[in-house]
Structures are given as C-alpha cells and as structure tokens.
C-alpha cells in the first residue's frame, strides 16, 4: 500500500524555522516526483514545491510566496522527503500536505495526511 | 504562474442533481488538467486526470471535459458523499497552481 506519512509540524514564532518530513512507503521512492502542498486554516490548496525522483537541483522549483525561504530536498536511502522551512511569517500557517506525483503530465494520485504548522 | 479560475465558489444542489464547475485557466494549458475533491477534513482525492481521464475507482458520474483554457467537472446525478470541496490544478506550468476551490452542499 502506498503511503505518505508527514511529521514535524508544531507552533513557532514568526521568524522561526521548522523542518517537516515524510516518510514514504509502498512504493519506488527515488522514481518518482515529489511535492509539497500547503493549505491554510479554511482556505484553498496551495501547491508549494517540488523535486525530481533523483534529487537533482535543477528539478526544484518553489512557489513565489515561499521563494528564497523554504528549501525542498529527499533522501531516497532513507525514502524519505523534506521541506526546511526558514523565515517563517504567520502567512505559512497551514496544514502541510506531502504528495507523491505520477505520470505526463503530472497528476498528484496520492497524498499524505498532512501536518500542521502554525506561526 | 498560471492562474486558475473556478466558479461558482459554491453552489447548492439535491441528491440526485447534475451539476457543472468551470475552470478557466490563464493561458492554455491544452489537456494538463486535474480535478480532485477534498471532504472536511480530509486529504485531496484525484477525480480527474488529463482533462478527461477518470482515475481508477472512482464512479463513472463524474466526468471531465474541456481544453485550452476552458475545463468542466460535471457530476451527474449527486449523492450524499460527493457534497465536498472540489479544485482544479494545472500540470503544465512549472509551478503548478490550483483554482480556488468550489464548495457543493445540500440544498
């Protein structure tokens, strides 16, 4: 079964860091595309960032609003995907969705439970 | 980035109704669109890929439609677990964008 299973949310001052991880299960991690989707308390989806199955930099691209802030990477050793996020602002409150993506072009097929931050 | 337009933001309807949502996006995208409902509370769940393409498991009345800039989730004949919150997303950007949500509740 394919599985995605975020940690790492909490409460943190504006200006603060936190690192989210998922944890990723049931299927070949290092093939595929993975992404980071936001969505605030009563509010839209946001998609956030994303990364090519083999880590390469020149995959990563993030959304405007969190440009130069948050900072996606993997460890496919560890099946594992991340998102540093530095500079926090009360705007990134959010429930923080790890998804994996699938197929040309792109459909997100399976998504994580999600994880909490709130600034 | 590519915008995404949905309407209505919400709209009211009865078991057993056919409704359409619209998106539009803000350049053509051609078929790179994806359709996903989200209940309260829960996590997205994938409808629709590709403009047309339903994903495995889910109900043949849901259907998707559309390309370029213009795309429609029809739903016909509603039952009471499809009244959620349904968004479209682009795939063809390189940063994917989502519309801002429609809600469908019970009348």
């Known amino acids: 079964e394919v599985q995605l299973v975020e940690s790492g949310g909490g409460l943190v001052q504006p200006g603060g860091s936190l690192r989210l991880s998922c944890a990723a299960s049931?299927?070949?991690?290092?093939?595929?595309?993975m992404h980071w989707v936001r969505q605030a308390p009563g509010k839209g989806l946001e998609w956030v960032s994303r990364?090519?199955?083999?880590?390469?930099?020149?995959?990563?691209m993030y959304a405007e609003s969190v440009q130069g802030r948050f900072t996606i990477s993997r460890d496919n050793a560890r099946n594992t995907l991340y998102l540093q996020m530095d500079s926090l602002r009360v705007e990134d409150t959010a429930m923080y969705y790890c998804v994996r993506a699938v197929g040309a072009p792109g459909k997100i097929d399976c998504w994580g439970q999600g994880t909490l931050v709130s600034v | 980035d590519i915008q995404m337009t949905q309407s209505p933001s919400s709209l009211s309807a009865s078991v057993g109704d056919r409704i359409t949502i619209t998106c539009r996006a803000s350049q053509n995208i051609g078929t790179y669109l994806n359709w996903y409902q989200q209940r309260p509370g829960k996590a997205p769940k994938l409808l629709i890929y590709a403009e047309s393409n339903l994903q495995s498991g889910v109900p043949s009345r849901f259907t998707g439609s559309g390309s370029g800039t213009d795309f429609t989730l029809t739903i016909t004949g509603l039952l009471p677990e499809d009244f959620a919150t349904y968004y479209c997303?682009?795939?063809?950007?390189?940063?994917?964008?989502f519309g801002q949500g429609t809600r469908v509740e019970i009348k």
């Open positions: 990364i090519r199955g083999d880590g390469d930099g020149s995959s990563i």
């Open positions: 049931g299927f070949t991690f290092s093939g595929n595309w």
């Open positions: 997303q682009q795939s063809y950007g390189m940063r994917w964008t």
